[in-house]
Each structure stands twice: as structure tokens, then as C-alpha cells.
Nanobody, 125 residues
Framework: QVQLVESGGGLVQAGGSLRLSCAASGRTFSTYGMGWFRQAPGKEREFVARISWSGGSTYYADSVKGRFTISRDNAKNTVYLQMNSLKPEDTAVYYC??????????????????WGQGTQVTVSS
């Protein structure tokens, strides 16, 4: 079992920055990969970024590449999403997710085993 709690969302103007955090508990944090997804009203949940168990490998959606950075601190059992140059189209509920398995596409929500409750990010124009 893994429990995930996101924080750090809020309202920001276009061009601004936010840093999301996701605190994990339960299974040893340094043994599984983590991802961030987002879901805007009326849209499907979409992949944002992923980081390997060690932090040595990261992967981003094209829409956020160069603006967002995913990182993790295994000593603090926390994964982060630094979001810079935010745009109104980044407005969504952001979720962190834990991937305890092997195989499958890292960009698909079905690959992930545990999810946080989500945190709202709103970017005003």
C-alpha cells in the first residue's frame, strides 16, 4: 500500500511559477517510479511527467517540456513538480501517482497503482 498526498497548488498569473509536492508513505519510496498527471474539466487525464525510482531518468509530455521539472527526494519520500512559465492551458487538477509494476507505457494512467487526491492549479491570463 502507498498513500500519496499532493500540495502546492493555487492560483497564479500566466508566466508565473508553482511547485507541487507529493508526499508518499507506506511502501519504501525509493523502490518505485512516480508520475504526475493532470485533468482539466471535461477532458481526460493526461500525462505530464515521470521520474524513475532513483531520479536518474525523467520523461515529459511535449506540452510541458522545457517549462516543468520533475524531481524527487528519497530521503523525504517526496516527489516535486516545478512549473515555470505557466500558461492558462496548464489549468487543471494535478495528481501524483506511484508505479510499482514493470512494463507498460509510463504515459498511461493505467500503469500506475496508487493516486493522490489531486491539487488544483489555476493559471489566469
Amino acid at each position: 500500500q502507498v498513500q500519496l498526498v499532493e500540495s502546492g497548488g493555487g492560483l497564479v498569473q500566466a508566466g508565473g511559477s508553482l511547485r507541487l509536492s507529493c508526499a508518499a508513505s507506506g511502501r519504501t519510496f525509493s523502490t518505485y517510479g512516480m508520475g504526475w498527471f493532470r485533468q482539466a474539466p471535461g477532458k481526460e487525464r493526461e500525462f505530464v511527467a515521470r521520474i524513475s525510482w532513483s531520479g536518474g531518468s525523467t520523461y515529459y509530455a511535449d506540452s510541458v517540456k522545457g517549462r516543468f521539472t520533475i524531481s524527487r527526494d528519497n530521503a523525504k519520500n517526496t516527489v516535486y513538480l516545478q512549473m515555470n512559465s505557466l500558461k492558462p492551458e496548464d489549468t487543471a487538477v494535478y495528481y501524483c501517482a506511484a508505479d510499482l509494476g514493470v512494463g507498460g507505457s509510463p504515459t498511461e494512467p493505467t500503469k500506475y497503482d496508487y493516486w493522490g487526491q489531486g491539487t488544483q492549479v489555476t493559471v489566469s491570463s
